[in-house]
Structure formats: C-alpha cells, structure tokens
C-alpha cells in the first residue's frame, strides 16, 4: 500500500511538473526579453536627448551649424578649397 502511494505522489508530481514547467520557462523567457527591452529603450531616450541637444544646437548656435556643416556635408565657404 506505501508503495502504490508512493507511485502515485511520483506520478501525480510529475505530472505537475510537465504541466508547469513549459510555462515557467516561458515566463522567465518573457521576463528576459522585459529586461531587454528596457534597456533599448534607455539606450534609445539617451540618443533621442542626444539628437534634441544636437538639433536644438543646430537651431541656435550657427557656429556649430557651420561646423557640422563642413565636418558631415563637405561644405566649404565660397573661395575655399577642400582636401581630402
């Protein structure tokens, strides 16, 4: 009789455990993707404040409009020559 209870708890727990298991792999897989994520967004906020302070520079400040200007377009003031 404590045998045939015994196989029966062995069973029945693993019985629970196939049922459980696939859903706690994929919570814990949906909890690392979570945790991905979040760390692009804060990736992503730093660059789009980044690209505010830049366009907000490029709006006000002509000194670095023209910087930016000649450094990532090429451009050169009218007489100048560029050398590459």
């Not at 404590?2 to 049922?19: D, E, M, P, Q, S």
């Not at 994520?37 to 992503?44: G, P, T």
């Not at 400040?61 to 050398?83: F, H, N, Q, W």
Request: without cysteine.
């Amino acid at each position: 009789m404590a045998k045939k209870k015994l196989i029966l708890i062995l069973l029945l727990l693993a019985g629970i455990i196939t049922v459980f298991l696939p859903g706690f792999s994929k919570l814990q897989e949906l909890k690392e993707q979570n945790e991905n994520l979040k760390r692009r967004i804060e990736i992503l906020t730093r660059a789009n404040a980044d690209l505010r302070k830049s366009k907000e520079k490029l709006e006000n400040d002509p000194s670095y409009a023209e910087k930016v200007a000649r450094e990532k377009l090429g451009m050169a003031r009218k007489g100048e020559i560029i050398l590459k």
